[in-house]
């Protein structure tokens, strides 16, 4: 079993940052891509920012330069750094993260997710 987990979440002002962190446990031999995702209520579920086993990063238009995703290999952990925040960003926020098990099967695995409000 392989788990994901999200802290980080919460209320900010427009304009504010926030550092989202995602960590990964169980019986893991090693993680690829990872990645963060979002949905807004009655939106679809979005790709917010990509990141490969070598570093490689990926953002759609509506976050590049304001969104930073990082990981660490030997933590197992993925954060988003999250800058200039808007009003729009507002939505649940998920990590999910292509793991190979140590039983060699390879899964996709989903965080619970949290909420990241931008308000005034």
């Known amino acids: 079993q392989v788990q994901l987990v999200e802290s980080g979440g919460g209320l900010v002002q427009p304009g504010g940052s926030l550092r989202l962190s995602c960590a990964a446990t169980g019986s893991i031999l090693s993680i690829n891509e990872m990645s963060w995702y979002r949905q807004a209520p009655e939106k679809r579920r979005e790709l917010v920012a990509k990141?490969?086993?070598?570093?490689?990063?990926n953002y759609p238009d509506s976050v590049k330069g304001r969104f930073t995703i990082s990981r660490d290999n030997a933590e197992k952990t993925v954060h988003l750094r999250m800058n200039s925040l808007k009003p729009e960003d507002t939505a649940v926020y998920y990590c999910?993260?292509?793991?190979?098990?140590?039983?060699?099967?390879?899964?996709?695995?989903w965080g619970q997710g949290t909420q990241v409000t931008v308000s005034s």
């Open positions: 990141i490969t086993s070598d570093g490689t990063t």
């Open positions: 999910n993260a292509d793991i190979t098990r140590t039983d060699y099967y390879r899964v996709n695995a």
